[in-house]
Each structure stands twice: as structure tokens, then as C-alpha cells.
């Protein structure tokens, strides 16, 4: 008897034990949320103003060498928030229509996927996982994933030797047909019964130096290397037939948006449609990585990503955003809670030098997102060979470079542009001037001897209120630099000269009848057009002006 019930004690202890281990924790243990719900990837004021001024400058130097960006209207750095609103990027609480998407969870998102996931936090992502559904299964949205798992895969020799390894090139699209179609969704959910992919929450991602929205990485499976070392006879049909686990890390930003969403009793809708779409781009962007990863092993010998069409980057989760949105969609701010909207340009981005395109940022309005969480827009667009349907409209509000809002005003950005014009102008005018200096003074004059200091020469003149020409004053004239002088100034001196000429003529012929006499030559002195001479233009009241270089 008392056998008995020790092995019952030990039976209600393991049972207890199971209960535990297999329930959802009540709080993440490794995402710590702050108080106010911080969010560690948003913008700071720092960040702003040094991005701003990195692509100021790089719009300097494209000018410098000859190469001007291309600009549509007047644009900025940044966007306004009254633009925001004008152009329905936040949309109002009374006029939005909430998620209606019921379609079952997909097999590579169930909730057992997600790993120290409370229930009320997976609550608030199931929305943006139907979304994400969608994306995994519709028609109109498979043509990437026909063409990574159906396309003709060639080395690029061009890429392979920049990076220093074998690389592969898609350079088509698969055909869309009916049986690529269903094979390739019936493979994505095979993935997702072998849970080949676990999604987890972690602080401070970073890749390829910065920081990450999530990230995708192989698990090492000590089991099966321990079989495939073991069983070396069966290694080459194990190995074909084996799918590499992966792990899904998103950030933390997500995780800590959710919980506060599970707080609230009245959210509002217009944000929770923001972050159901941005959670579900991010996700499926992820997965594309993970299911190429996958494979790799299967692809030998590169287990590299690659290179789909003409671009020369191969980052397979911004080319699944390109072919279903028509290019790369980010939160504005990078709040992944939509706070400020979301936006989307055309990748991969326009930061070279000799590049002469400028990246602009386009708010998306909140009528587009509102409708991709609606069945019915899915109902309507069932054409797989329609592979534009969803792509985003580009007629919001737009910004230069940065991603992110600003309260610069347009007075602030039109005089930063006003500067560079007449900087570039001034270059322009400058180079020519030089030449002609060159020319007449048969040397080389420097843009630094143009700016020097004004030359201090000194001149004699006559003093005419004594009549005594053999008395002298030594009158120090300041010569500008030529460049300073404009057409309008020069224009004035010369008129300065003859309206002293006239006045002497009235004066003469206003003095009483007599002996004439020959009245002494009065030198004049103005400021010659460059900086090497003194132009001593000697003037009489019948003769005309004339012009020795001394």
C-alpha cells in the first residue's frame, strides 16, 4: 500500500510538472517592458538632425561634381505632420473600418510558433498574422515565391567575383500556372506542420552593424549531424531530404506595442491597422529569408541568397516588399506602432555619390492599408497574373532621404536650398571670370587670391580746392577683388565719371568772360576690376575718358 502511493505522489508530481512547462508563460523572460511602454527603435531629436546633415552634404557633393538629383516640386527632409493628415496618412477615429480578416492562421504562424508568448500578447498579433496569411497564400502575392522556388538559378560570375564567393542569379520569373501555384503553397504549409520555424522576441537586434526590425538564423540540429555522422551510408539521402530549423527573432519594439494594446480598453483603430500591417510585412519579409535558408543545404554549393532580376543586392525580404508593394515599406520613425504612418520608397535606395536620383519617401494614406484588412479586396483580386494589385499608391506626402517627421518649417528648408543655389551659381560665374584675368594679366590668379584682403594702394592726387598742383595728398584707395564687383557697380563708377565731367564743363562755362586759361588735368582715381592694378584714367572737360594701366 504504501507503494501505491508513492507512485501516485510521483504520477500527480510529473502531471504537475507537464502543466507547467507546456502552459504560456504570463510575461516574457526575456523582453522587460518599461514603464510608459518605451519603444527603443523610434527616432531621437540627435538622430534626426545628424542624418539631415550627412545628406545635405551628400547632395553638396553631387552638385561639386557636376551631378544634380532630380527634384519634383519642392521637397524636403523630413515630413510635415499637417502634411501627414492632409494626405489621410492618419486617418480619423470616426471614419475607420477595423480589421474583418477571419481566415485561419497559417501553419508557419500558429500559436505554438511563437516562443515566451503570453496568450492576451498573441491575442494582439493574431490580426496582423491573418494579414500575413494572406500574403503566404493569395494568387496575386505568389509570384516571388513560384519564382525563388521554381526559377532557373545560374552563377553570376560578375557578382561572385565582387563578393569573393559563388553567387547565383534568378534573371526571370517562374510561370505562373496553376501547378506551380498550389505546389509551392502546399510546400510553405508542409513547413509549417514540421514547425521548421520558431518565432521569438529579443532586445537590441542588430544587422550588418545596425539595428534591425528582426532577423532570421539557422539552428544548429546537434541531433541529426549526430545521426548523419553515424549512419554514413544514408547520408546523401538524408541530406536531400533534410529542412534546416530556423529561428524568427523580431524586436522587442513588437512585443512591448502588443502589451499595451492588451491594456487598453479603447485603442485606437487607425493605429491598430498600422501595426497589423507593419507586423505582418515584417513577418513575411523574415520568412522569406527563413525559407531560402531552409533549403540550403539542398542548393549546393552556394548557401547564399540570390540575386533576383537586374538587382545587384541580394536581400530576398526587401525583393518579396518590391513585388508585392512595389518597393520597401518601413513605419515612419521607426515605430513599429504606427504612430506617425507608414511609408515606402523604392528600393534598393539612392545613396551613391554618382547616383543622380534622390530616395523620396511616400507616406502611404490610410485608405490603402484600411482595405488590405478588408475580405472583400481580397474577394476581388483573385488574378494571379496580376502581380501589381497591391502595390502601394505614391501620392502622399513626401520627404528627401529621411524617413522620419519634422517640424522645420518651409522657411528653414527654402533658405538651406536658396544657400546652395547661390553657392553653386557664384562657382559658375567664378570659373570664367578667372579665366579672363588670366588671360589679361598673362598669370594665374587663384580662387585663393580672390578672396584675400582688400589691397591698400596709395595714389596721388591733386588738390584742387588750392589750385597748386605741385601739392599732393596721398589719398589710400581700397580695391575690392574683382569677383566682388559686379556688372551694376561697375556700371555706377562709370557713371560717377562722366557726371564729374559735365559738372566741370557747367562750371567753366558759368565763369566771367576773360583770358582763357588752360585748366590743369584733373586725375581721377577709381577702383580698377582686379586686384594687381591701378587704373589712372586722366580726364579733361572736352576730351573723353580715357584708360592706362599703370
Keep these: 500500500m504504501p507503494t501505491v502511493s508513492s507512485d501516485v505522489d510521483r504520477l500527480v508530481s510529473q502531471l504537475d510538472q507537464t502543466k507547467i512547462e507546456t502552459a504560456a508563460a504570463s510575461a516574457s523572460q526575456i523582453v522587460e517592458v518599461g514603464k510608459g511602454f518605451p519603444l527603443g527603435m523610434a527616432f531621437d531629436v540627435s538622430k534626426f538632425y545628424q542624418m539631415r546633415s550627412e545628406f545635405r552634404r551628400l547632395d553638396k557633393r553631387k552638385r561639386d561634381l557636376g551631378i544634380l538629383p532630380k527634384m519634383a516640386g519642392r521637397q524636403k527632409h523630413g515630413f510635415r505632420p499637417e502634411e501627414l493628415v492632409w494626405h489621410d496618412a492618419i486617418l480619423k477615429f470616426e471614419d475607420c473600418l477595423g480589421s474583418d480578416l477571419d481566415d485561419e492562421i497559417h501553419p508557419l504562424l500558429q500559436r505554438d510558433s511563437f516562443d515566451d508568448t503570453p496568450d492576451h500578447v498573441y491575442d494582439q498579433l493574431v490580426p496582423g498574422l491573418r494579414l500575413a496569411t494572406r500574403f503566404l497564400s493569395h494568387p496575386s ?10 526559377g ?13 564567393a559563388t553567387r547565383h542569379r534568378i534573371s526571370r520569373n517562374a510561370p505562373m500556372t496553376k501547378e506551380n501555384v498550389t505546389e509551392v503553397i502546399r510546400y510553405m504549409k508542409g513547413l509549417g506542420m514540421a514547425k521548421a520555424f520558431h518565432f521569438t522576441f529579443a532586445n537590441g537586434l542588430v544587422f550588418q552593424g545596425g539595428a534591425a526590425f528582426g532577423t532570421a538564423n539557422m539552428v544548429c540540429d546537434y541531433q541529426s549531424e549526430h545521426n548523419e555522422s553515424q549512419q554514413s551510408s544514408q547520408r546523401s539521402s538524408q541530406k536531400s531530404s533534410s ?3 530556423c529561428n524568427i527573432r523580431l524586436h522587442s519594439d513588437f512585443y512591448v506595442v502588443a502589451k499595451k494594446l492588451s491594456t487598453l480598453q479603447y485603442p ?3 493605429q491598430k491597422l498600422r501595426f497589423n500591417f507593419v507586423l505582418a510585412t515584417l ?4 520568412l522569406a529569408h527563413a525559407i531560402e535558408l531552409s533549403q540550403w543545404r539542398n542548393r549546393a554549393p552556394s548557401p547564399y541568397e540570390p540575386f533576383l532580376l537586374h538587382h545587384n543586392e541580394a536581400e530576398l525580404g526587401r525583393m518579396w516588399e518590391t ?3 512595389g518597393g520597401q515599406v518601413t513605419p515612419i520613425n521607426d515605430r513599429v506602432d504606427g504612430l506617425y504612418g507608414v511609408s515606402t520608397w523604392t528600393w534598393p535606395r539612392s545613396f551613391g555619390e554618382l547616383d543622380p536620383e534622390r530616395t523620396i519617401c511616400y507616406a502611404l494614406p490610410m485608405t490603402y492599408i484600411q482595405e488590405l484588412q478588408q ?19 505614391r501620392t502622399g506626402a513626401t520627404s528627401i532621404y529621411m524617413n522620419s517627421v519634422t517640424t522645420v518649417s518651409w522657411t528653414e528648408e527654402e533658405r538651406v536650398a536658396k544657400e546652395a543655389l547661390n553657392e553653386q551659381r557664384n562657382l559658375e560665374i567664378e570659373e570664367p571670370a578667372r579665366k579672363r584675368r588670366e588671360a589679361a594679366d598673362g598669370h594665374a590668379v ?6 584675400a584682403e582688400p589691397e591698400v594702394v596709395e595714389k596721388p592726387i591733386v588738390n584742387e580746392e588750392k589750385g597748386n598742383t605741385a601739392q599732393q595728398q596721398v589719398l589710400r584707395v581700397k580695391l575690392e577683388p574683382r569677383s566682388v564687383l559686379s556688372r551694376r557697380k561697375r556700371r555706377q563708377i562709370r557713371k560717377l565719371a562722366q557726371k564729374q565731367s559735365n559738372a566741370e564743363e557747367a562750371k567753366q562755362a558759368q565763369s566771367p568772360a576773360g583770358p582763357m586759361e588752360e585748366t590743369p588735368p584733373t586725375a581721377e582715381i577709381i577702383p580698377r576690376l582686379d586686384d594687381t592694378a591701378v587704373v589712372d584714367r586722366t580726364t579733361t572737360p572736352d576730351d573723353a575718358p580715357l584708360a592706362k594701366t599703370k
Design 323 to 325: 513585388y508585392v508593394f
Design 152 to 164: 532557373e538559378r545560374r552563377v553570376d560570375h560578375e557578382m561572385s567575383r565582387r563578393c569573393g
Design 243 to 245: 529542412v534546416q530549423r
Design 375 to 393: 475580405k472583400a479586396t481580397w474577394e476581388q483580386r483573385t488574378d494571379s497574373n496580376d502581380t501589381k494589385a497591391f502595390w502601394a499608391p
Design 268 to 270: 485606437d483603430p487607425p
Design 446 to 451: 587663384g580662387i585663393k587670391d580672390l578672396a
Design 141 to 150: 502575392c505568389m509570384q516571388f515565391w513560384v519564382t525563388l522556388a521554381k
Design 283 to 286: 513577418i513575411v519579409h523574415e
